[in-house]
């Protein structure tokens, strides 16, 4: 197994302190957003034997296990990241794998730089995620009921937002909710912006269920996606709690730190909140107009949830990942899985972790022995399909792997 050495990214949104207090170390002033832990080109991890993607490459079936490159390819389907918020990050949403395949091909048929600022998809791949909370953790997840939607913004008492209003209470669900945030991204500019300093100073006054819009305004002036996060569920989740986000969802997250695992893609379609390109047709085609529950997860045991793991219709035995006291966050799809071990003080057990797939495991407290490996909070390995793999100590360890 290798000791991972990992990049932190400094996204202006980042916390300034968050990563560097898990860590243990002095805060550097500037803003550090995500730690990446994986093999995505753009920042693979490091390791003694070279960088992670190069060591992947030079042997994927020795690295990953015969059964992941059957399934997904010779690369690790998967990005962990730490991920710290001290600001709001853009409304966005991620297309399922038909559409970005479509639309890769389209942009690459069309000659657009993969660099190109107004390029959307970066690759042919879907890209769910999986959010975990490591402190209180706020977040904007699918869209509300329309009814509930026009209730927050009227309550705000801002004349121009009235016809979104009207929209939201007249129209069917796909179409109220298709038609506003249509409206809304596709607004006079300076028109929206004066609607949403009116909505920002309304939102300060009347606080409690406003604060989150009002927060975001104050980094995002003006912004739109101030008006199209009203449309969307806030979400409030514990340490240990848990947001799936899949295919079609529009989210955003807004502040705390979290454990936060990826299919292996860079695809972003962004709403507002945001200087970024914001493609209006593209997003339409991708966006599902439905009002859901934002379906908060919490761990279930993993012995229970690997009796029946469903992948492509038929029951698939994951037994061989499954160790004792480990719980798993159950999602429906099977390029990750994430699993946690919380290991009290005085356990002298070791665990067996030792699993056919490829394994990222990543310490959060305490202090865990990953073979002779000692981690501390915030230090990860990476571990080779079949490698025999044991743990003990005390404190809280995450695993991130693959069903296949």
Not at 209 to 228: E, K, L, N, Q, S
Not at 246 to 268: F, K, Q, R
């Amino acid at each position: 197994m290798d000791r991972l050495t990992n990049t932190v990214r400094p996204y202006a949104w980042g916390s300034t302190t968050a990563i560097a207090g898990l860590l243990g170390v002095e805060p550097t002033g500037e803003p550090q957003a995500e730690m990446w832990m994986g093999a995505h080109p753009g920042a693979p991890s490091r390791t003694e034997r070279g960088p992670l993607n190069e060591v992947i490459d030079e042997d994927p079936r020795g690295e990953l296990g015969p059964r992941a490159v059957d399934k997904f390819g010779p690369r690790l389907p998967f990005l962990l990241k730490i991920l710290a918020a001290g600001a709001p990050l853009s409304v966005q949403v991620h297309p399922d794998l038909e559409q970005a395949r479509e639309g890769y091909e389209d942009e690459e048929a069309r000659g657009i730089p993969l660099d190109a600022p107004h390029r959307n998809y970066k690759d042919a791949n879907h890209k769910p995620e999986l959010i975990c909370a490591l402190t209180p953790f706020d977040g904007l997840c699918g869209f509300r009921p329309p009814a509930e939607a026009a209730d927050l913004i009227e309550g705000l008492g801002v004349d121009s937002l009235k016809p979104y209003v009207d929209l939201l209470r007249a129209k069917p669900e796909d179409a109220a909710l298709r038609e506003v945030l249509t409206a809304v991204l596709t607004a006079d500019r300076e028109d929206m912006a004066r609607a949403v300093t009116e909505a920002a100073t309304a939102a300060e006054r009347l606080g409690c269920a406003y604060a989150p819009y009002a927060d975001a305004a104050r980094h995002f002036p003006g912004d739109p996606g101030v008006i199209a996060a009203m449309l969307l569920n806030h979400v409030r989740l514990d340490p240990g709690e848990a947001l799936y986000l899949g295919a079609g969802v529009p989210h955003a997250y807004l502040n705390g730190m979290g454990v936060e695992i990826m299919a292996n893609s860079d695809n972003v379609l962004r709403c507002g909140l945001t200087p970024k390109h914001v493609d209006v047709p593209e997003l339409l085609r991708v966006v599902r107009f439905e009002a859901t529950d934002p379906g908060v997860l919490r761990p279930v045991p993993a012995a229970a949830a690997a009796d029946a793991t469903a992948v492509g219709g038929e029951a698939v035995s994951v037994g061989e990942q499954v160790a004792d006291g480990e719980e798993v966050y159950e999602t429906p799809i099977d390029e990750f899985r994430l699993s946690r071990f919380v290991l009290p003080e005085g356990d002298d057990a070791r665990r067996d972790l030792t699993a056919e797939t490829p394994q990222i495991l990543l310490c959060v407290a305490g202090e865990v022995s990953v073979g002779d490996i000692s981690l501390t909070p915030g230090g990860s390995v990476f571990v080779p399909a079949g490698e025999k793999t044991d743990v003990s100590g005390s404190g809280t360890l995450f695993r991130a792997t693959v069903v296949a």
